[in-house]
C-alpha cells in the first residue's frame, strides 16, 4: 500500500528532529537494569559532586594519629580509619569525586584525538591512511597499562593534570579505527556528493555531514572509556605512580593499606566495591547504547 | 595460506619497529638520561661527563642514536637492569616461563569455563539463571584486576588459610621434598593466582560468547536442525557451539593484553615470579633499563599473540582456507 509508505516518511519528517544522544538516553531508559544503572551512577557523582556536604570528616585531616589510626569500622567510622587516622568513608566519598573527574577528562582528550585522527585517516585515504593505520596497530599493540608505566617511570611526581592527559593520549586508539570505519563509508555516500556538488569545503563536510554520523560510536566509547579510565587511574596509583600520595582516589586509598592488607582490609574492600559498582553501571549503560544505536 | 602467513609476519615485523621508535620517543623524551644523578653530582667534572655521554653515544645525531638502539634491540640487547645487576634480557627471560605458564593456565581455563557458562545461559536464555550468570559476568567483568586479586588473597590465605600466600614454591620445605611433593608443591602455589586471573578472564569469554551464541541461533541451518527434530541440547552442542567457536578465537587475541596486564598485578599481589613481578618491582626501584624492557616484550607478546589467533582464524574457517 503506497499510501502507508508515505505517511509514515511524513510523519518521520513531521517529528522534531532529536539528537542521537537524547534519542539513545531515551531509548535505554526503558530497560529495567539502565534505569537502575543511571539511578545507581547518578548517586555516586551526586555524591561525589557534593562532597563537602556529604562526608562526615575532612578526607586529609588526621585528627589523632595514635588513638584513632587503623580504626576497623564502627558506627562513628563506617568505613573505619587508615594509619593516618583519617577516615575512610570521607576519602572514599572525595575518591568518588577525584577518579570520576579523572575519567571525565581524560575520555574528552582521547575522544578529540581518536575522532580527529580516525576522521583525518579515513578522510584522506591513501598512502596517509595506510602509514596512520599502521602506527595505530603498533600502539594497539603495546598494552595500555605498560605504556603507561613506562611513561610515569619517566616523568615521575607529575600533576594530575599531566596524569589525565596521558591517560587520555593512550585511550583513543579503539575508537580512531572505528572512526576511520565511518568516515571510510560514508565518504562517498549520496548526501557527501551532494554537499561537494553545492561547493561545501571540506571542513563543513567533516563537520556538518560526517561527524553527526559518527555520534553513535563516539558516545558508546565515551561510556566505557570512562569505565576503563577509572580502573587504570586506580591500578596505577595502587601502583604508586598515578595520583600523587595526600589526595584521596580511589586507588590511593587502596594503596594507603596496601602494606597491611589483612589487618586493614576495609582499606582494599570499601574503595573497591564503589570502583565496581561505578564501573559496572557505566558498562551497563554503554552496553545498552551500543545495542540501541546497532539495532536502530 | 603461505602468502597470508608472509603478509601478517610483515605487518608484525612493522608493528615491532614502530613500538620500538615508541619505546626510544620515551627513552629521549624523559627528562635526564641514564646518569643524571652523576652528571647532577658537582663533584664530577665536565671532561668525565663528556667521556661518558661520548662512551655510551649520547653525544651522537638522534638518528644515529636510534640506528643503534635498533640494532642492539634485534640482537636482543635490552640494557642493564639497574637494581638485578644483569642484563634485562636475562632477568626477563628468566621469568617469562613462569608468566607463560600463568598466563596459559588461566587461558585455557577461562575459556573453557566462559564457554560452559554462556551454553547454559544460551539453554535457558530468558530464565532467572541466565539473568543471574550475566550478573555475575559483569560484576567480575568490571573489576580491577588489582583488586579482586586483593580479596582472593585476603579470602583464601588470611581469612580461610587453604593456600600459601605467595611465591612459586615453599621457600623452605621445597628443596627437602620428593619429585612428587614438589610437582603438588608448585600446584599448591600456582592455584590461586591462576585461579584468580581465570576468573577475571571468563567473564570475558562468558559475555562475549553468549553474544555469538545468540547471533548464530537465527541462521537458517539452526531453523532447519530443529525442523529435523534435533533437540536443542543437540542443536546447541553441534551446529551453534561449532559456528560461534569462530569468533572465539579472534578473542584469544583480542584478549591477550588484558590477559598480560591482569598477568602483572596477579604476579605482583601473589608474588609469582613472573615478568610482571620484577617490572612492577623496578617501578619503585626507578630501573628504567627493565621497565622499557617490560613494554617491548609485553607488546611483541601481544602482536605475536595477536598474530598467531589470526592464523588459527585462517586454518579453522574452512572458507578462508583455500586462500
Known sequence: ?296 | MLRYLAQRLGQAAVIVAIVAAITFALIHLAPGDPFSDMMDNPNVNESVRQTLRAQYGFDRPLPEQFVRYVNSLAHGQLGWSISNQRPVLEVLGSALPNTLLLMGVALVGSFTLGILIALIQVARRGSIIDYTLSGISLFFFSMPDFWLAILTLLTFTYWLPVFPVGGAVDPVMHEYMGLGGRFIDRLWHLALPALTLMLLASAVVARYQRAALLDVLPADYIRTARLKGLTEREILRRHALRNALLPIISLVGLSFPALLTGAFFVEKIFAWPGMGLAVMSAIGTRDYPLVVGGVIIGSIMVTFGSLLSDLLYAWADPRLRSH
Do not use: C
Open chain 1, 1 to 296: 500500500m503506497p499510501g502507508q509508505i508515505q505517511d509514515s516518511a511524513a510523519t518521520r519528517l513531521a517529528r522534531p528532529r532529536e539528537s542521537p544522544l537524547a534519542l539513545g538516553v531515551r531509548r535505554i531508559l526503558r530497560r529495567p537494569s539502565s534505569r537502575v544503572a543511571f539511578f545507581v551512577l547518578g548517586v555516586i557523582v551526586l555524591v561525589g559532586l557534593l562532597a563537602p556536604l556529604v562526608a562526615p570528616y575532612n578526607p586529609s585531616a588526621q585528627p589523632d594519629i595514635v588513638g584513632l589510626k587503623d580504626l576497623p569500622p564502627s558506627l562513628a567510622h563506617p568505613f573505619g580509619t587508615d594509619p593516618y587516622s583519617r577516615d575512610v568513608l570521607s576519602r572514599v566519598i572525595y575518591g568518588a569525586r577525584l577518579s570520576l573527574m579523572i575519567g571525565v577528562l581524560a575520555t574528552i582528550v582521547s575522544l578529540t584525538v581518536g575522532v580527529a585522527y580516525g576522521a583525518i585517516s579515513g578522510y584522506a585515504g591513501g598512502f596517509l591512511d595506510a602509514v596512520m593505520m599502521r602506527v595505530l596497530d603498533a600502539f594497539l599493540s603495546i598494552p595500555r597499562l605498560l605504556l603507561l608505566i613506562g611513561v610515569l617511570v619517566a616523568w615521575p611526581n607529575l600533576s594530575i593534570g599531566a596524569l589525565v592527559v596521558f591517560l587520555g593520549l593512550t585511550g583513543w586508539f579503539g575508537l580512531s579505527r572505528i572512526v576511520r570505519g565511518q568516515v571510510l563509508a560514508l565518504k562517498h555516500a549520496e548526501f557527501v556528493t551532494a554537499a561537494q556538488a553545492l561547493g561545501a569545503s571540506r571542513r563543513r563536510i567533516l563537520w556538518r555531514h560526517l561527524l553527526p554520523n559518527l555520534v553513535s560510536p563516539i558516545v558508546v566509547a565515551a561510556t566505557l572509556g570512562v569505565a576503563h579510565v577509572i580502573v587504570l587511574e586506580a591500578g596505577l596509583s595502587y601502583l604508586g605512580i598515578g595520583v600523587p600520595k595526600p589526595l584521596a582516589s580511589w586507588g590511593n586509598i587502596i594503596q594507603d593499606g596496601a602494606d597491611q592488607v589483612a589487618t586493614l582490609w576495609w582499606m582494599s574492600l570499601f574503595p573497591g566495591l564503589f570502583m565496581v559498582l561505578t564501573v559496572m553501571t557505566l558498562n551497563v549503560l554503554g552496553e545498552a547504547l551500543r545495542d540501541t544505536y546497532e539495532r536502530r
